[in-house]
């Protein structure tokens, strides 16, 4: 079954598996939103300061893990992104590393993207491209 989103095929349904716990859910969005919101902060719609606050330390202290993440400081883990402010690119689905491919932006020009992700003092990502181990793991609060 092919959906439309805008007038556009953005879709197409796969039904492989019958647990909703192996269904692969929502769409893609980590790897887009970077580089979406840099767009922003490079027309001057938010600071480069006020993103990492909201997309970096408010989280961290939501979830109760702040300052370990959420800030760069000794004692926290060493998570950082290096970001290229001046660094064009357009969102393809066909390029994004999600295992699930939608998104509601391909096509959409952007200026400035994540260059070097860094968790806990290891490379994760290197110029759009996954390298090292991955070593991603869930939080659980401090307290």
Not at 57 to 84: C, F, H, M
């Amino acid at each position: 079954m092919t959906r439309k989103f805008s007038g556009k095929v953005c879709a197409k349904d796969k039904l492989t598996k019958p647990a909703i716990w192996d269904c692969i859910s929502g769409f893609c969005g980590v790897e887009t939103g970077v580089p979406l919101i840099l767009t922003e902060v490079n027309k001057g719609r938010l600071t480069l300061n006020q993103y990492v606050k909201v997309a970096s330390e408010n989280p961290a202290k939501v979830w109760q893990v702040y300052p370990k993440k959420g800030a760069i400081r000794l004692g926290s883990d060493g998570d950082i992104t290096v970001v290229d402010m001046d660094k064009e690119g357009t969102i393809d689905v066909n390029k994004l590393h999600s295992k699930n491919k939608p998104s509601p932006w391909h096509g959409w020009k952007v200026k400035g993207m994540p260059i070097l992700t860094v968790v806990r003092g290891h490379v994760q990502m290197r110029d759009g491209e996954p390298c090292g181990k991955a070593i991603g793991k869930a939080l659980k609060p401090l307290i």
